[in-house]
């Protein structure tokens, strides 16, 4: 039985080893294997393929942006000061905060703290909502004023950029709450690992993507 | 629940919260007057791009993943930035 169990604590990475319940012993044992294992790949690898896939898809869109930009810096200068810089903050800032809140939940989920776990994704999911509710009031004010994807490069762009990356935080939104049903049927990690570790990456993709986006198209090319 | 995970993340995240509002007044044009478009705007895709590599490195757990995958996510972030600059600024 002991065997056994060493054998098992030996298996499991090393920040399974911090869980409550794990004796000083098995702790320092499941510690060393971890230095001679090179690192452990959240989820999988084919996630992150396309994680670095999506990644690169939204930087060339908006490389691209940019590169528009030097053509008619004067269009896109004054077309960037129609957004509502205020909503990007806040949306920028809503979306930190879910991240936050997703690796939080992870940490939580690993060590069977299931309850806190749902707790925080409920957060995160709430987040998304206000984003996706922001985003709502900011294309309308834009459509209403007269700008369009018809308007020029810019907002051609703008709409582009932000409306697959808001695509992204809705597919993020249905996959929260996957992992929120998982959770509430308290099942256990071993059999959610890949899950929850590739919907909280995904979430996390969500959250750098628009942390570029602002950055780009609300901030220097307000400048 | 291991705690100085938990601290750090909770660390990075008031970093990031504070790195915005750093990039939010670079980008403000009241700032503008002071700085300058080159260096305010290089200003800021630096801080944007160094959210994104925290956001890599301690939210989606980098920091503990095999090298290439590290070093692929760095490099993907270092070549943005730069062509990045370049596009905007050069």
Not at chain 1, 42 to 53: A, K, N, Y
Not at chain 2, 8 to 21: I, K, M, Q, W
Request: glycine share 8%.
């Amino acid at each position: 039985m002991t065997h056994a169990r060493d054998r098992m604590d030996l298996d499991l990475p090393d920040f399974l080893s911090d869980g409550e319940g794990i004796d000083d012993l098995s702790r320092t044992q499941s510690r060393r294997p971890a230095k001679v294992v090179d690192g452990h790949i959240p989820s999988e690898l084919g996630l992150w393929i396309f994680i670095l896939w999506d990644m690169t898809l939204f930087a060339l869109i908006m490389l691209v942006f940019l590169w528009e930009r030097r053509s008619d810096r004067a269009t896109f200068t004054e077309s960037a000061h129609q957004l509502i810089q205020p909503i990007g903050v806040v949306n920028t800032l809503a979306l930190l905060l879910s991240s936050y809140l997703v690796a939080r939940a992870l940490l939580a989920h690993r060590v069977g703290r299931h309850l806190q776990a749902r707790r925080l994704v409920l957060g995160a999911i709430g987040c998304a909502a206000v984003f996706a509710g922001l985003k709502a009031i900011e294309y309308s004010s834009e459509i209403s004023g007269g700008h369009t994807p018809a308007s020029g490069m810019f907002f051609r762009f703008y709409f582009i950029l932000t409306g697959l990356h808001l695509l992204h935080v809705i597919i993020g939104t249905v996959l929260l709450t996957a992992w929120q049903v998982t959770l509430q049927r308290r099942r256990p990690w071993a059999g959610t690992q890949k899950l929850a570790e590739g919907i909280a990456s995904y979430w996390h993709m969500v959250d750098l993507l628009w942390v570029a986006i602002f950055a780009l198209v609300y901030l220097v090319s307000a400048e | 629940m291991n705690d100085a995970t938990t601290r750090r993340v909770t660390v990075v995240f008031a970093g990031l919260v504070v790195a915005t509002c750093i990039t939010w007044w670079l980008g403000s044009e009241s700032s503008l007057t002071g700085v300058g478009f080159g260096p305010a705007a290089t200003l800021t895709i630096l801080v944007a791009f160094t959210k994104v590599l925290f956001i890599g490195r301690d939210f989606m757990e980098l920091r503990a993943a095999p090298f290439v995958l590290r070093a692929v996510f760095s490099v993907w972030v270092g070549v943005v930035t730069v062509a990045a600059i370049a596009l905007v600024v050069v």
